[in-house]
Antibody, heavy 120, light 110 residues
Framework: EVQLVESGGGVVEPGRSLRLSCAASGFTFDDYAMHWVRQAPGKGLEWVSGISWDSRSTAYGDFVKGRFTISRDNAKTSLYLEMSSLRPEDTAFYYC?????????????WGQGALVTVSS | QSVLTQPPSMSAAPGQRVTISCSGSNSNIGRNYVSWYQQVPGRAPKLLIYDKNKRPSGIPDRFSGSKSGTSATLDITGLLTGDEAEYYCETWDISLGAVVFGEGTKLTVL
């Protein structure tokens, strides 16, 4: 059974940094691309970033503007999202999701989400 | 504001059929497959439709998707109260170089 478990969420002050992790199991991790999708409370889904199986290709939503970095460790079957210069509008549930590719793809499994609250 | 437009809400009675639309452009729906997701409050989204109307294991054939030009639709037949949820369309936008989601349609099964 595919399992994606996010961790690292919490309350952080504006301008600070936070690192999210996603532990994957139940599938061959390094055969798939991985993504982060976020959802502000009561709002819709917003794609954050994606990374190819070999980390050679990454892509980011326009709003990231160099503040976030996606990475993965295939040996640890884990996905990461390093977020810096956080803003109140970054407050959201952050989901990791499994995909075939970085581009032109779909998300067949999702984690339960990690809540990030940016507030002073 | 999303590049994919969905109706904010729809409603129908149990047993009926509903069609949820997703309108885009030649840089997204016109060039790529559209996926559909169901999200029940408090839960993660679940994939319903991908590629050319394919369904993951466990998704009943009451759910089907289609695309014409720059628009896509999700059809749900034989509505159940358990189908009450938010539904999102998704695809890749080649101009933005990004995954894009519709703003979601809240389906109420009366």
């Amino acid at each position: 059974e595919v399992q994606l478990v996010e961790s690292g969420g919490g309350v952080v002050e504006p301008g600070r940094s936070l690192r999210l992790s996603c532990a994957a199991s139940g599938f061959t991790f390094d055969d798939y691309a991985m993504h982060w999708v976020r959802q502000a409370p009561g709002k819709g889904l917003e794609w954050v970033s994606g990374i190819s199986w070999d980390s050679r290709s990454t892509a980011y939503g326009d709003f990231v503007k160099g503040r976030f970095t996606i990475s993965r460790d295939n040996a640890k079957t884990s996905l990461y999202l390093e977020m810096s210069s956080l803003r109140p509008e970054d407050t959201a549930f952050y989901y990791c999701a499994k995909a075939e590719m970085v581009a032109s793809t779909f998300f067949d499994h999702w984690g339960q989400g990690a809540l990030v609250t940016v507030s002073s | 504001q999303s590049v994919l437009t969905q109706p904010p809400s729809m409603s129908a009675a149990p047993g009926q059929r509903v069609t949820i639309s997703c309108s885009g452009s030649n840089s997204n729906i016109g060039r790529n497959y559209v996926s559909w997701y169901q999200q029940v409050p408090g839960r993660a989204p679940k994939l319903l439709i991908y590629d050319k109307n394919k369904r993951p294991s466990g998704i009943p054939d009451r759910f089907s998707g289609s695309k014409s030009g720059t628009s896509a639709t999700l059809d749900i037949t034989g509505l159940l109260t358990g189908d009450e949820a938010e539904y999102y369309c998704e695809t890749w936008d080649i101009s933005l170089g990004a995954v894009v989601f519709g703003e979601g349609t809240k389906l109420t099964v009366l």
